[in-house]
């Protein structure tokens, strides 16, 4: 009877990590690489236009980290914060962008608007 719980508890175990590995969390470098991939095949970014966007969004991510750890993680405070640096950031961006690709990144705003506000209702 014990080495039966012993095997079920193993068989468990082996389960809750299988989906905990299989499951990787994206790290900061990794959603930044994310985001420029998808602006460039949006866009249609030139290599030097890729540096500086990528630089942009560096930045962009190190000051919301600031502002964050500033507001002791106060998700509710936050929020205006980080609306008005988006709103800064895509406007850095736009900056860069030619006259034929900035609809095409307004688009691609949209596009990620509506996927923040699914991911919204799917966490109520």
Not at 15 to 38: F, H, N, S, W, Y
Not at 60 to 73: L, T
């Amino acid at each position: 009877m014990k080495s039966r719980k012993l095997f079920l508890m193993v068989i468990l175990a082996a389960a809750v990590l299988t989906c905990a590995i299989a499951q990787p969390r994206m790290g900061r470098g990794d959603r930044t690489e994310a985001q420029l991939k998808r602006i460039i095949e949006k866009v249609g970014l030139s290599t030097e236009q890729s540096i500086k966007v990528k630089e942009v969004i560096l930045k962009a991510r190190e000051e919301a980290r600031a502002e964050f750890d500033k507001n002791d993680g106060d998700r509710e405070s936050m929020r205006e914060i980080m609306k008005k640096r988006t709103e800064k950031t895509d406007a850095e961006i736009l900056k860069l962008l030619t006259k034929e690709q900035k609809p095409k990144y307004e688009e691609y705003k949209k596009e990620r608007q509506k996927e923040m506000e699914e991911r919204m209702r799917e966490r109520q």
